[in-house]
Structure formats: C-alpha cells, structure tokens
C-alpha cells in the first residue's frame, strides 16, 4: 500500500511536470529525496524513464482526430495536411535522436557520478538550468510582447520551422532544462505563437518519448541478460503501471489547461516559477 502511495505520488509529479515548462528532472530528483520507491536503482532508472508513457498516451488521447491521418471524418486535403504535420514532427524529432544515442547514457553517467564538495553535479546542474532557462523565458516573452508572430497555428510551421524546434529539444539532453521548455522556447525564437509552439511540442514528445523509452527497457532488458541487473519483482512493475496510469489521467487534465493558460497569458510566471526552484535545488543539497 505504501509503495502504491509512492507510486500515486511520481505519476502526479510527472504528469503535472512533463507538460509544463518547468523540467520533470528537477521536481523528479527533489521527490525522490524526500521519498524514495523501494525499487533497484537500476530499475528507477527504468521507471523514470518509462513513466512517461503514460503522459504520451494523454496527448495521443486528447488530439488523436488531429493527429489521425486515416479518419473518415477528414476530407482528403485534411489527410494530406495531417501526413505533412506528422513529417513535421518526425524532421523535428531527429536531431535530438541522432545526439542522444551519441551522448545521452555517457552525460548522463557523468553527471550523476561526478561531486563538487560533496554534491552531485547532476543536481548542480539541473539547478543552473532551471535559473537559466527561467530567464530566458522572462526575457523572450518581454522581446515577443506586442509583436505580430508569423505561426499562429500547429499547420503554419514549417520543416525548416520544426528543424529548429527540434534543434532546441537537444537541449534538453541536458538535466534541468526541460524538454518542452527548451521546445517552446525554441518556437517563441522563432516567431511562433505560445499555443503553437506547446502544441507542436506535444506532437513532438510522442516520438521523442517513446524512442527514449524503448532504447531504455531494451537496455534494461540486456543488463538483465547479463545479470547486471535482478529481474523486476511484481511489486517494481505494479509500482510501473501505477505510475504510468497516473501520469496519464493527470496530463489529461494539465494539457488542457495549459493550452487554455497560454491563450490569455505568457509564460513569464513559469519563468519566475523556475529561478526559485534552480535556487531551492541548490540551497537544499549545498545545505543538507
């Protein structure tokens, strides 16, 4: 029951932090030293990771017409822009796929095992990001404030468009910055509306999270084969399940208010929202 609790616990955090701007990384590493899953350490890893499905299947949910190129509701022209949005995405998804593969696991490896006084720069790290990508935010959103955008919808952007943004979610291989932040910020650069730009970056998590889930159970499964790591128990994947179908009923409802939150308003109180966090994540490991 406990664990369960625990587990009720990751799939709100994630579900709440996956889609907004303010990095599942940071809230992930802060919850697991106040409350910590009676797992492996190999499969935290895992769950961590894998988690994210379930937020996947929320935007899967909520814009599966949009996203459904074989409706029968859609006209043939809404098919073949529906082809072209997921090219789009998949463009997008590349350059954040190709570096990674390269990086990700040796970067990652690195900054958890890596200490500066004592402390990890892992957490180092995701504090100077969130400080700094925080910002970012205040002053793109002060530099866009009363311009006219030239992308106002999810079908105006472009593949060259997309490339961008995907050039910006590479950022997010490092800890801190967040994966739809460094998206959205991305698109803001670029002239692209807030809803358009936290829309597309939704459409733009499907492929990116599931490619990174996948390569992480097949990963997980080879250090099983090769006995570096003990095979999950029944309560490791009950916890897994539980955290997924949490993190997917609360995204349901985080997607959709964030879409409504960023008609009416910018993303300066994430910003802000940010820079105190950056500064409690450093304050808490200099000091405990």
Not at 87 to 107: N, R
Not at 128 to 136: R, S
Not at 148 to 153: D, F, G, K, S
Request: hydrophobic residues 55%; glycine residues 8%.
């Amino acid at each position: 029951m406990i664990e369960a609790l625990k587990a009720i616990l990751f799939g709100i955090v994630e579900g709440i932090t996956e889609w907004l701007p303010v990095s599942s990384t940071g809230h992930m590493i802060l919850l697991n030293e106040f409350v910590r899953l009676d797992v492996t350490e190999s499969f935290y890893d895992l769950f961590e990771m894998v988690i994210q499905l379930g937020a996947i299947l929320a935007v899967i949910v909520l814009f599966f017409h949009k996203l459904n190129p074989f409706s029968k509701k859609k006209s043939p022209e809404r098919k073949k822009e529906t082809w072209s949005l997921w090219l789009k995405v998949i463009v997008a998804a590349l350059p954040s796929a190709i570096i990674g593969l390269a990086i990700d696991e040796v970067l990652d490896g690195y900054l958890r095992n890596t200490f500066l006084n004592g402390v990890s720069l892992n957490a180092i790290v995701v504090a100077a990001m969130l400080v700094l990508y925080g910002v970012l935010f205040i002053l793109v959103e002060k530099k866009n404030k009363g311009k006219a955008l030239a992308v106002v919808n999810v079908g105006q952007i472009d593949y060259k468009t997309a490339l961008i943004i995907g050039a910006f979610q590479c950022l997010s291989i490092i800890p801190g910055t967040s994966r739809s932040g460094a998206t959205i910020l991305g698109a803001l650069l670029v002239g692209v509306s807030r809803s358009a730009g936290a829309e597309f970056s939704f459409f733009l998590a499907i492929p990116t999270m599931l490619g990174a889930s996948g390569l992480k159970v097949l990963l997980y499964a080879k250090d099983i084969l090769s006995e570096e790591a003990p095979m999950p128990s029944g309560v490791e994947l009950g916890v897994l399940a539980l955290g997924c179908i949490v993190a997917f009923l609360i995204s349901l409802t985080v997607i959709k208010g964030l879409m409504e939150y960023v008609r009416k308003h910018s993303f300066s109180a994430f910003g802000v929202y940010r820079i105190i966090l950056g500064v409690v994540v450093l304050l808490f490991f200099l000091l405990r």
